[in-house]
Each structure stands twice: as structure tokens, then as C-alpha cells.
């Protein structure tokens, strides 16, 4: 029975991990919710069976189940810090934030997180459980590298795979490796985990005594080249700068033993850039069959080699053989370096222009992190302020900081919460399993520039690296903290624990059913051909998620304004600060005629999207439109009243817009003055001066 029980949870874990390579990283929550909804359940279950076994079973029994909750405190502290991020963003949905439906789905994700943890560091600490941990990690880094590259050799067709862009400061070849995740940047910082977890592998192995088989050394190598290869071909600076920074690091603390895995690495890496070279070349468009078999070719070649100059560098010919091996090995590294430099050496040194964009971002957030210092404003607060704090018309709906994300969505305290978790689990692989600290880096350092931890995946793999590195052995002789068994307050507490993840895990799934169903119904409306149809599915997907906005604003344009206004207000209480609900209810009071309401909304909705020149544009139409209905009623003041505020919008709205052409700033949104707006601005000056009269047509 405990032998079924490990294997449900290996195979558990097997499957999460599947599901996110396979549904983008779990980047979007609608891809989260079946993903919740199966490991919710499990977990409940999971749970359930150990009370039951707790409850009815030998206290033999009831001391393996305390040893599996009893650990470090690292370790306690590493397995508790996500559920209280979830509970910090539950508390931000109980006393009212920026955005429900956002609050909603990151306890959600914290909750996810904090049951792999914890299924991840039962499984570690059964016997051999560490070995179906690494085979987790190893299936991972396999389906993201390998369904990243077979696209590009046309064997399997993924959308957005591979990002195509002319414009030099995105890409310098015009094509980038995007894999699964969808998202160059994320891949290539993913790839690069993947990358140094196994070239600081080989250290450790390359050392055992007696020496390890040369299969098993291949084995080790095996992946080397695939990964490079992604890492390169996703063209992420930040990546490449990450890992580098990680990898040095690493030399620093492993140096004793990683000149041989270096040496052996040296083939690989060279024959990645080549790979990299003649796939840039062709933007990423290979053709099948020969390629597949240069990529064969390459591989096995660069292996062989590698092998080779292992041999050569720990031959026992003498010391003049070792030089020559670590000499050939780093002309390869060299070779390698000066290929990758040469393709993207513009791209390199001159084009730093999205790194204006995201200082510009960081900048901005700090007026929002100064309204709530302490708690933040909770989920999705950058995604629905981040327009009404911007000093340029960028895009950028997802912060590039994950740091900054955190300090925003939860304050001082969550970010605290934040940077306590990541140091324990920074401490506890220190302590653990050292040659696993170069990924954690890269983890820390990409973070930190880029929207990596929106990505579901990037977390899992965090605490599936930090569960591994508990599951490690303790070297031989040296003492442990940890008892053999733990003492009899820790096992009273066992049935007090699991009541509690059971409660998360089922009320996490209903509420990930809630969300599931309501998606599903938002989807089929949009498919729908019938409008009548479309209202009823989307009045059903807002009873099973009242928060979605995105239903609701559907909903609002396919019912008669009086109708939408209810609505609209509705979506409004759960995401007060929507700059979409704002300019729709601007809309929705003009097709109504008041005008009131019209401009009331109409300046909420500019406080929150200032750089909208569209939304500026049909608001002094809207303006316009109800000037001249308030004259053809015989409402002269009024109507003056009313194209008096519109010429003083457009004033505005032409100021903002000449200050944005003069400045050399970012203009992603293409923020100008539109000729529109110029008509509209000039009938309502010459209406709010009485110098024109509208008649009813």
C-alpha cells in the first residue's frame, strides 16, 4: 500500500508538470484551472487517506506519517510561506482591492504551489524518492526542450513557437526560439535552469569512486547540447546574462570539482552556437529531413568529442595531455562564444531600447506602491493601474519584475514573505545539494528583469529544485538536526494539518471549477454565431465567475444600454480601477443621453487611461452627440455646459498628445492626436461659442 502510494504521488507530480509544459506554462489562469481542479482533488484524497490511516492505523503507522511532517525548519518554513501568500491574497479579496477575479486566481496559484511543494517533499522523503524527483525534472526540461525544437524543423506544428519580428530590438536575426511557453525570454531563463542543473551535475559524477561507466557519463552529457542550443535560440539577453552570472557563481562555490565537466561540456556548447548559427540563418525554418539529420550529426559529434577531450584531460600520459585537453576545451568555448557574438553584436551593444521601457515601468510602479505600502493592492494591480501612473504610452500590461510585482500586489509584508521563502530556499540548497544553486540563481537574477514568475511553471520548478535538494542524503558522518522520529507534539498535530489541506485542496478545486466553467461558457459565447444565444451563455458565465469583467463587458455590448448599465456597475464593484468598465460606461450613458453620468465616467476613465486616444476620441464624439441632442431639445445652456467640458477635453487631450510627440520617449500605444478628435474639437468649440446650431436630422 505504501509502495502504491509513492507512485500515485510520482505519477501526480509526472502529470501537473505535463499539463503545464503542455497548457503554456500555466502563464493564462484559464490554462490553470483543469490543472487545479485534478490536483486539487488528488490532494483532498491524499489528505483524506492519511487521516484515515492516521486515525485507524498502528502506531507504527502514525509515526511515518509524523516523520513525513516533520522536518527542518527551512524546510517548514519553505512549505508554509505558500499558503500564507495565499492567505494574505484571500484577505486582500475579503476587505476589497483592485481587482477580485485577480485576488482569486493568485491564492489559487499559491495554493497550487504550496501543494506540489508539499506532495514533492513527501515524495522525496520515502525511500528512492529523490530519484523520482529528478525524473520529474529531467521529463520537464525533455518536453520544453524538445517540443521548442521540433517546430523548427517542421515536425510538429505550434503556434507561436517561434516569434518573428523585423524590428532589430526585439531580435537580431529576426526569429526567436519561444518553445511552449510562447514567451522568448521565459523560455530561454527556463532553459537556462535546465542548462546549468546538468553541467553542475557532471561535477559530482565525474568524481565518484570507482569511476563511473562511460554510458552513464553520456547519459549525464546527453541533454548538454539541446539545451544550449534552446537557450541560445531564444535570444534572451537577460537569459544569457543570467546564466552566465549564475554559472560564475557557481565556478566560484564548486571549483574544486568542475574543471572536468567543463572540459567535457566544451563540445557541446561549441556545437550549439553552430546549431544556433546556421538556424538563425534561416530564421528558424530548417528543413525536415536534413536537418534533422545535421542536428543528429551535430549532436553525436559534439558528444564524442566531448568525451574525448575528457579522456585527454584526465589521461595519466602526464600533465602536458591535461594542458592540451583544457586547451582544446576552452578554443571550443572560445569558437562558441565568438560565433554566438558575431550574429547578435548589434543587437548586443547598441539596442537597449526595451530596457527604457521596463526602467520606465519600475519607475511608475513606485506612485502605486506608495498608496498601500503595507499590504498592497492585491492581485493584478500593475495589469488594470499600471495606465493611470504611466509617464509614457508603453505597453506593458505584465510587470518585468517579479519582485516589484509581489511588492505591489501585497506590500512590504508579502514582499517580506517573499524574500524570507526564497532565502530559506536558498539556505537549504546551500546546505543540501550545492550544484543545484547555479539554477536557483538564475531563478533569483531573471526574475528580477523579466515576467517570469507569471509563469506557473517557473514556480513549480522552483519548488520541485528546492524539494530535490531536501530529498538529497546527508553525507556520511555528519549529524543531522532532524531526529529519527519526531517528538509526540509534532505527531498531534498531524490530523490538525491534514484537516487543513484538505479544506484548501477541495475548496481550491470548487473554486477552480467555478472559474473553469465560467471560461468555458465566455468561449463558447465568443464562438457563438447567435446573439440571443451569446447573452444567455454569458449570463451564465458571470453566476459561475461574477468577477470575470471580461464576460461582463462581452455581455454589455450584445444588450440594450439600459440593460448593460447593471451590469457594467456590477463587474465595476469587483474591479473598481478597470479602465475597460470605465470607458464602457462612458459609452453606455451617452447611448443613453446622460450626460451627467457620460462625463462623470469620462473623467474616471481618463484618471485611469490617460494615454487612450481612442477612448478620447469617442468620448468628445459622445460629447458632441449629446450637445446637439440637449439643443435640438431647446437645452441651449445646457448643451453650452456640455461642449464647454468637451473643448476642454480636447485642449487636454492635444496637449497630452503634443508633449508625447516632442518628447523622445516610447510610444507603444501610438498615443497622437487624431484627425477625428481635431473635427470633433473644432464643432464643439464653435457650439460651446453658439456660433453654430444643430438641427434634428
Known sequence: MKECARWMMGAALFAVMAAAVWRSGLYFSADMYPVWIGFGLFCAGAGGWGLYRFSRGTAADRALLGGRVWASPLAVWLLCSPFLMMLLYAVHGTIGSVSLLGDGNQALRWALYGSFAAVA?????????????AAVWHMTGGLLAVTALLPVYGWFRLPYAI???????ISATGARLAGMLQYPNTFGAVMAVFLL?????LGPLLQRQPAPAPSRVLLGSLPLLPYAAALLLSESRGAWLAAGAACAAGLLVERRRMLAPLVLAAAPFAGAALLYRQLAAAKLAAEPWPGLLALAGLWAGSLLAGRW????????????RRRLGMAAGG??????????????RERIVHKFGTMSARQAMVHDAWTLVKEAPWLG????TWRLSYRAVQSSPYVGSQMHSGYVDVLLNTGLIGFGLLAAMLAAAGLLIFKRCRR????YMVFLLHGAVDIDWSYGIVWLLFFLLAARAAAEPFPVGKKTSIPALPPERIRRLVPALLSLWILIASGGACLAYRGYMGQAEHMQALRSQDNQAAVTVLASSLRWNPADYSAALDLAGLVAPTAAEPILRHSLAYAPHHPGLLWALADNAGRRGDAGEAIYWIGAALRQDKYNAGGRTSSLECLLQLARAEYTAGHETAARRIARFGVGLYHDYARVAEDTRLRVIRNDREFALTSEAREWGRQLAALSGGRARWTAE
Not at 163 to 169: G, L
Not at 436 to 439: I, Y
Open 197 to 201: 542543473e546538468r553541467l553542475f551535475a
Open 121 to 133: 517533499w513527501v515524495q522525496g522523503s520515502a525511500k528512492r524518492g529523490r530519484f523520482v524527483l
Open 331 to 344: 578554443a571550443l568555448l572560445a569558437a562558441g562564444a565568438a560565433m554566438v557574438f558575431g550574429t547578435v
Open 309 to 320: 577531450l575528457l579522456r585527454l584531460h584526465g589521461g595519466a600520459a602526464g600533465a602536458w
Open 163 to 169: 516569434t518573428y519580428s523585423a524590428d532589430p530590438e
Open 436 to 439: 543545484l544553486l547555479p539554477s
Open 377 to 380: 493592492q492585491g492581485g493584478d
